[in-house]
């Protein structure tokens, strides 16, 4: 993968979880600046996602622990435990943001 296709796959699931936030109706605060987006949950709880291009990875920190997701086969997973983004960001947000909504 060149830099390209790493920008436009990482745009893309970051369009993605706005509007899985927008079409929800939770209470979520989604701020976007420079590759870095923050969502805060109602009960205080935030979670960074931040590119990181020159490994052409996407970071979440989350209150319990960093995961490193890189594109594979269609999908981000987590290099080191193998979760897929959208299936751990929709458990976290339950877990620790308390917070029901499906990326």
């Not at 509007?19 to 805060?40: A, K, P, Q, Y």
């Not at 890189?70 to 997973?77: N, P």
């Not at 960001?89 to 308390?98: C, D, E, F, H, P």
Request: net charge negative; aromatic share 10%.
């Amino acid at each position: 993968m060149n830099d390209s296709e790493f920008h436009a796959l990482a745009d893309a699931i970051y369009q993605h979880i706005e509007e899985c936030i927008d079409h929800s109706g939770v209470d979520i605060d989604c701020e976007t600046i420079g590759g870095v987006m923050n969502l805060t949950f109602e009960n205080g709880v935030k979670f960074v996602l931040n590119r990181q291009e020159p490994l052409h990875q996407i970071w979440l920190a989350t209150r319990e622990n960093g995961h490193h997701f890189a594109y594979q086969e269609g999908r981000w997973i987590d290099n080191r435990q193998g979760h897929e983004l959208m299936a751990w960001l929709t458990l976290q947000a339950q877990r620790q943001g308390g917070t029901e909504i499906a990326f």
